[in-house]
């Protein structure tokens, strides 16, 4: 892609993967479900995605050659989606990283975890602790983590704000406990786990301060950038995303922080915008070259690749 800093190899390291049984969820948590899959995205205003998970592939590169990015990972955005998940990265294994969600409390929790790492080939784990109500101390995640630790795999913590928009736009509720959501409930897991890699993402989502006090006590902690950051109203004086970019430079450096979009459904496709409203801040702030590269793709080549 075409940048400030001239051609970056831009790899996207949070985007979500709505499937067609992603969508079939939802649909049957209405109190009155629609029709079908096809009538609940189209009231969305939204294409609905093919049942075929290698369709829903090529449209998702078709989407990135028109961006100029060169892979994203796609995380399957409900528990018991890996297969999903799995179905696309296999299409296209050199455009895509695979991450799948997953309870802890489940039953058959370290089993999945095995099966998708294992079997499925999928490289992050995605904790969602206040959405599943659990803390992420709880010793219940330990055997979990065991498995996260091999190289070219990752443990994405949801932390801070958590809000669902698409729950919101079908009027679903989302009894969510933000008393699960503070950084800070990682620093022992990470220090217990050295050579398992975490990733906090949208900067700690209103935690900022908390998420630099870990990053800078754990070295295997990364942030990532994604989405528009709105929980930026939530500190004073509101910072700016020059503000936000300096401090988690000056405590993560480059090489520990990853873009990414949050981009998730058609025909919006992948979020143009919060890459240029990133990128138009790091070049503000005098990023250089190198940095650049590393931010919007190195490092996450580096921490994926096998």
């Not at 409930?185 to 993402?201: S, Y």
């Not at 709105?230 to 970019?245: A, C, H, I, N, Q």
Request: glycine fraction near 8%; proline fraction near 8%; include cysteine.
């Amino acid at each position: 892609m075409q940048t400030p800093w001239g051609e970056i190899a831009l790899e996207d390291a949070h985007a979500h993967l709505f499937s067609h049984r992603f969508f079939e969820a939802l649909r049957l948590q209405q109190p009155d479900p629609a029709a079908d899959v096809e009538t609940l995205v189209g009231g969305l205003g939204w294409d609905a995605p093919p049942a075929d998970n290698q369709a829903l592939a090529r449209r998702w590169v078709e989407e990135l050659d028109a961006h100029g990015v060169s892979r994203t990972v796609l995380m399957a955005s409900i528990p018991g989606d890996e297969q999903s998940a799995a179905d696309v990265v296999r299409a296209f294994p050199e455009r895509f990283y695979g991450y799948f969600m997953l309870n802890p409390l489940a039953p058959d929790a370290v089993e999945r975890t095995r099966r998708a790492f294992e079997e499925l080939g999928l490289q992050g784990l995605c904790l969602f602790p206040a959405m599943q109500g659990f803390s992420v101390q709880d010793e219940r995640v330990q055997p979990l983590l065991e498995l996260a630790a091999a190289p070219g795999r990752v443990v994405f913590v949801h932390c801070g704000v958590l809000s669902v928009g698409v729950r919101k736009k079908l009027g679903l509720p989302s009894p969510f406990d933000m008393s699960h959501s503070n950084p800070i409930d990682l620093h022992r897991v990470a220090l217990r786990n050295p050579g398992v890699n975490f990733v906090v993402p949208h900067f700690g989502a209103g935690y900022f301060r908390e998420a630099l006090m870990l990053g800078d006590l754990c070295p295997n902690v990364y942030l990532d950038t994604s989405s528009s950051n709105g929980w930026r109203k939530y500190l004073t004086p509101e910072p700016s995303m020059d503000t936000v970019f300096r401090q988690a430079l000056a405590v993560y450096g480059p090489e520990r922080l990853l873009f990414g979009s949050d981009s998730s459904f058609f025909p919006r496709g992948w979020n143009q915008a919060v890459f240029d409203a990133q990128a138009a801040s790091l070049a503000e702030i005098g990023a250089t070259p190198e940095t650049a590269q590393a931010i919007f793709g190195g490092s996450l080549a580096r921490l994926l690749g096998r």
